[in-house]
């Protein structure tokens, strides 16, 4: 039997370093945390997030990539089904980090039963568009991007999308 209280108290402890710079401590804690952890535990796979986050501050960016990929695991494990917006938010996070390392093919790949099962979310439209114009797919980069802006949740995230869309994407208004 797992002590969960234990675990919720060395993640918040980790998490507290992290924010601190002292990411070596968090690393450790978040480590002890995660090797005590019950698999079914609703906070799992936010603890191997934010693991990924200390291993990416190391320079641990591979490292980091499994934390990701074992995040998103969690998630599905844990019953949450493709579309849902916990593994929309674990599928963009491990497809950002799978194409900051260069894996463009296989960041596009993970995000696409996001793409299939959650077509409206601007979330997975906005990295798409990023994966795609790192592949060179500009006229389907620029057809992501617009779904992006036209599913954000108001006014004011339609327009930072479009900002960062356009400094992503070139010159012109990624809506076109």
């Known amino acids: 039997m797992t002590d969960q209280a234990?675990?919720?108290i060395l993640a918040r402890e980790a998490f507290d370093q992290w924010q601190a710079g002292r990411h070596e401590?968090?690393?450790?804690?978040?480590?002890?945390?995660l090797s005590l952890a019950?698999?079914?535990?609703?906070?799992?796979?936010?603890?191997?997030g934010?693991?990924?986050?200390?291993?990416n501050a190391l320079g641990r960016h591979e490292q980091a990539c499994a934390a990701l990929e074992t995040a998103l695991k969690t998630e599905i494990a844990q019953g949450y089904a493709e579309g849902s917006p916990p593994v929309i938010v674990a599928?963009?996070?491990?497809?950002?980090?799978?194409l900051r390392l260069g894996h463009k093919e296989a960041a596009l790949g993970t995000l696409a039963p996001s793409i299939l099962h959650?077509?409206?979310?601007w979330l997975t439209r906005f990295e798409e568009a990023c994966i795609l114009q790192a592949l060179d797919r500009r006229v389907e980069a620029r057809?992501?991007?617009a779904l992006a802006i036209a599913h954000a949740p108001g006014p004011e995230k339609a327009e930072e999308l479009r900002q960062r869309l356009k400094e992503i994407l070139g010159g012109s208004d990624s809506e076109e």
């Open 118 to 121: 959650a077509p409206t979310s």
């Open 25 to 33: 401590q968090a690393r450790l804690l978040y480590e002890e945390a």
């Open 6 to 8: 234990r675990v919720a």
């Open 38 to 48: 019950d698999p079914q535990h609703f906070a799992l796979a936010q603890y191997h």
């Open 91 to 98: 599928r963009y996070f491990l497809a950002d980090q799978l």
């Open 143 to 145: 057809q992501a991007a």
């Open 50 to 55: 934010q693991y990924a986050g200390v291993l």
